[in-house]
């Protein structure tokens, strides 16, 4: 009976201090993730710590009722103490098996607990990118309609409603910030890959030198004959052809229109410096413009070049397409759209040359159809982009050329 006592005792206290260990553990895994006290992992925490506290309890009432003999002096009474150390010793070896048991426990238990809590934030990212997904897309698509639905779709200037930055707070809590641009407002490079077979193709080189020495490129002639050699499919380049197979891993001119403008780092003569904006205090001084103002890139192939819009373009764009010689023109063209856009390029007759204003009606116009709509999406300190290059026909329906989201 007394055997049978003590193993219950010792399982008592085993147990008991189990439970408040996992107790203590859970409350400590729970404060770290910030679980709130309304959490069901504090219930579980309850339980330990009052289950192992009872049982305790117990092991303490079962050790009340020892007998405390007299202990007769007798030459027992050595074998009696040592028959009591020896099982002193058993039970702190196994109490010491048992802390060691519940260190590694705790161990296992706060790597499955951080694995979970991994899990669960990388599922939650998942459901949030989803939602900013599907709200970029509602307006991207609003956007796309606002472009269509224009009142003028003759004439496009700087006031049109679809040029105004939108900021909504939409009602599942995602907030989206939104805007269009006008892409014809600058010099599309992939008007380039027309090559031979457009016979002013000239035009868009000229274009080119302009906003190139504008930004303080005194050798512009090089990249642009880099950015013909990368588009222009017949094999007369060379020595550019050397220049990309010398690189590691080697790679090969794709022969088509440009994509995005990461991929103007590939070609010869461009890295991220030349893209990069000057500080504001310089703005305005001679070859101190923003080559990334000046230019865009409209994917797409084509058999006639993308046109500068005269109402949107900004005054170095203009200054570039009319050229040096031409330079009043262009700043008669930015004076007067301020005080009515012009609702076609046969106003400029009476100002321009003909002869030039003939070479240049290919690359001028007075509405848009092109633009680049930009949408932000916000939540819960996650973010996420959309950007769409789309194309809008005279008659109002838009086509998406490309759609990103990042």
Same mark, same amino acid.
């Given at each position: 009976?007394?055997?049978?006592?003590?193993?219950? +005792?010792?399982?008592?206290?085993?147990?008991?201090?189990?439970?408040?260990?996992?107790?203590?553990?859970?409350?400590?895994?729970?404060?770290? &993730?910030?679980?709130?006290?309304?959490? %069901?992992?504090?219930?579980?925490?309850?339980?330990?710590?009052?289950?192992?506290? $009872?049982?305790?309890?117990?092991?303490?009432?079962?050790?009340?009722?020892?007998?405390?003999?007299?202990?007769?002096?007798?030459?027992?009474?050595?074998?009696?103490?040592?028959?009591?150390?020896?099982?002193?010793?058993? *039970?702190?070896?196994?109490?010491?098996?048992?802390?060691?048991?519940?260190?590694? =426990?705790?161990?296992?238990?706060?790597?499955?607990?951080?694995?979970?809590?991994?899990? &669960?934030?990388?599922?939650?990212?998942?459901?949030?990118?989803? +939602?900013?997904?599907?709200?970029?897309?509602?307006?991207?698509?609003?956007?796309?309609? &606002?472009?269509?639905?224009?009142?003028?779709?003759?004439?496009?200037?700087?006031?049109?409603?679809?040029?105004? !930055?939108?900021?909504?707070?939409?009602?599942?809590?995602?907030?989206?910030?939104?805007?269009?641009?006008?892409?014809?407002?600058?010099?599309?490079?992939?008007?380039?890959?027309?090559?031979? *077979?457009?016979?002013?193709?000239?035009?868009?080189?000229?274009? $080119?030198?302009?906003?190139?020495?504008?930004?303080?490129?005194?050798?512009?002639?090089?990249?642009?004959?880099?950015?013909?050699?990368?588009? *222009?499919?017949?094999?007369?380049?060379?020595?550019?052809?050397?220049?990309?197979?010398?690189?590691?891993?080697?790679?090969?001119?794709?022969? =088509?229109?440009?994509?995005?403008?990461?991929?103007?780092?590939?070609?010869?003569?461009? *890295?991220?410096?030349?893209?990069?904006?000057? #500080?504001?205090?310089?703005?305005?001084? #001679?070859?101190?413009?923003?080559?990334?103002?000046?230019?865009? !890139?409209?994917?797409?192939?084509?058999?006639?070049?993308? %046109?500068?819009?005269?109402?949107?373009?900004?005054?170095?764009?203009?200054?570039?397409?009319?050229?040096?010689?031409?330079?009043?023109?262009?700043?008669? /063209?930015?004076?007067?759209?301020?005080?009515?856009?012009?609702?076609? /390029?046969?106003?400029?007759?009476?100002?321009?040359?003909?002869?030039?204003?003939?070479?240049?009606? %290919?690359?001028?116009?007075?509405?848009?159809?092109?633009?680049?709509?930009?949408?932000?999406?916000?939540?819960?300190?996650?973010?996420?982009?959309?950007?769409?290059?789309?194309?809008?026909?005279?008659?109002?329906?838009? +086509?998406?050329?490309?759609?990103?989201?990042?």
């Amino acid at each position: 009976m007394r055997r049978f006592l003590n193993k219950t +005792r010792l399982l008592l206290l085993i147990l008991g201090v189990l439970g408040i260990v996992l107790a203590g553990i859970l409350a400590l895994l729970a404060l770290i &993730q910030g679980q709130s006290f309304d959490q %069901p992992v504090w219930l579980i925490v309850l339980a330990n710590l009052g289950g192992g506290a $009872l049982l305790l309890l117990v092991r303490a009432i079962l050790n009340w009722p020892k007998r405390t003999r007299r202990t007769p002096k007798r030459k027992r009474g050595s074998r009696r103490k040592s028959r009591r150390r020896a099982s002193s010793d058993k *039970d702190g070896m196994v109490l010491v098996l048992v802390l060691v048991l519940l260190g590694i =426990t705790s161990v296992l238990l706060f790597h499955v607990q951080s694995a979970t809590r991994l899990a &669960q934030e990388a599922d939650l990212r998942m459901w949030r990118h989803a +939602r900013l997904r599907a709200a970029l897309t509602d307006e991207g698509f609003d956007r796309a309609r &606002q472009l269509a639905n224009d009142n003028d779709l003759a004439v496009d200037h700087l006031e049109e409603t679809w040029s105004d !930055i939108a900021e909504r707070d939409r009602p599942d809590g995602i907030t989206t910030i939104s805007r269009v641009i006008d892409l014809n407002r600058y010099v599309d490079l992939n008007n380039l890959a027309l090559g031979a *077979d457009f016979a002013r193709q000239n035009y868009t080189e000229r274009f $080119l030198i302009e906003a190139m020495t504008m930004t303080g490129d005194f050798t512009p002639i090089e990249r642009i004959e880099a950015l013909t050699g990368w588009m *222009d499919d017949e094999e007369n380049d060379i020595r550019g052809s050397d220049f990309y197979m010398a690189k590691d891993p080697p790679y090969a001119t794709p022969d =088509t229109w440009l994509h995005t403008w990461n991929e103007l780092l590939y070609i010869e003569g461009f *890295d991220p410096e030349y893209f990069e904006r000057k #500080p504001l205090h310089v703005v305005g001084r #001679p070859f101190s413009e923003n080559f990334v103002e000046l230019a865009t !890139i409209v994917p797409g192939p084509r058999n006639q070049p993308v %046109p500068v819009n005269i109402n949107t373009a900004p005054a170095p764009v203009l200054k570039s397409v009319f050229g040096p010689e031409e330079e009043p023109m262009a700043r008669y /063209i930015y004076a007067a759209r301020t005080e009515r856009p012009f609702r076609s /390029i046969d106003a400029l007759l009476a100002q321009a040359n003909p002869e030039l204003f003939d070479e240049l009606a %290919p690359f001028i116009d007075v509405r848009s159809t092109h633009f680049l709509i930009e949408v932000r999406a916000f939540e819960e300190g996650q973010s996420a982009v959309l950007r769409a290059v789309v194309h809008r026909e005279s008659e109002g329906q838009v +086509r998406i050329l490309q759609w990103q989201i990042s």
